[in-house]
């Protein structure tokens, strides 16, 4: 079985940081890009960050400066760096990645969600 499994959401006080983690395991034949999604309370589920396999980068205006994508391909593995957060940032943040196992095709695959609640 292909899966992703998530690390390093918490509670945290405005201003403050967190690194999120994704590992991607089992048996996988590639992976192309990488992204972070996030759901909050009463919103639609929305694109954080992304990175292609060939290291390009796409982020929400609404964390740029503050957040960075990164991912190591060998450990198939990608990151959230969370800097500088707000109350408005808090939301279950979803890993997703498009995988190729044992089909011919690419398909998209989620990891389970990570909570992440910023408040003093």
């Known amino acids: 079985q292909v899966q992703l499994v998530e690390s390093g959401g918490g509670l945290v006080q405005p201003g403050g940081s967190l690194r999120l983690s994704c590992a991607a395991s089992g048996r996988i034949f590639s992976i192309n890009d990488m992204g972070w999604y996030r759901q909050a309370p009463g919103k639609e589920r929305e694109l954080v960050a992304a990175?292609?396999?060939?290291?390009?980068?796409n982020y929400a205006d609404s964390v740029k400066g503050r957040f960075t994508i990164s991912r190591d391909t060998a450990k198939n593995t990608v990151y959230l760096q969370m800097n500088s957060l707000t109350p408005e940032d808090t939301a279950v943040y979803y890993c997703?990645?498009?995988?190729?196992?044992?089909?011919?095709?690419?398909?998209?695959?989620w990891g389970q969600g990570t909570q992440v609640t910023v408040s003093s």
């Open positions: 990175v292609t396999s060939g290291g390009r980068t």
């Open positions: 997703n990645a498009d995988v190729k196992s044992s089909g011919l095709y690419y398909f998209s695959l």
